[in-house]
Nanobody, 119 residues
Framework: QVQLVESGGGLVQPGGSLRLSCAAS????????MGWYRQAPGKEREYVAG???????NYADSVKGRFTISRDNAKKAVYLQMNCLKPEDTAVYYC?????????????WGQGTQVTVSS
């Protein structure tokens, strides 16, 4: 399984921005579809965004127009730019390799990075 390490989380005020990063260990990263999930306290983990090996993207309705997923195959990294953050975006964010653009995870997860949106 590919090893994934997320970074970039933190505390931000409502309306602010954060950029999450996920570094992958595999040399064939460019072949993988990648995704971001999040899990808020007391809630199930939910799919946020995904990007195919070819660069196609999709998003959960709750983040569409505010979040942007991207990738840099040379750096073996995937990113999540989060703008116009809301308190309900508060969660631990996880990077994962996805099996398809429905966002089904292959089971490789990072350790997560905490995002807290609060004034």
């Amino acid at each position: 399984q590919v090893q994934l390490v997320e970074s970039g989380g933190g505390l931000v005020q409502p309306g602010g921005s954060l950029r999450l990063s996920c570094a992958a260990s595999t040399s064939i990263f460019s072949l993988y579809a990648m995704g971001w999930y999040r899990q808020a306290p007391g809630k199930e983990r939910e799919y946020v965004a995904g990007i195919s090996s070819g660069g196609s993207t999709n998003y959960a309705d709750s983040v569409k127009g505010r979040f942007t997923i991207s990738r840099d195959n040379a750096k073996k990294a995937v990113y999540l730019q989060m703008n116009c953050l809301k308190p309900e975006d508060t969660a631990v964010y996880y990077c994962t390799r996805i099996a398809n653009m429905r966002g089904d995870s292959t089971g490789s997860w990072g350790q997560g990075t905490q995002v807290t949106v609060s004034s």
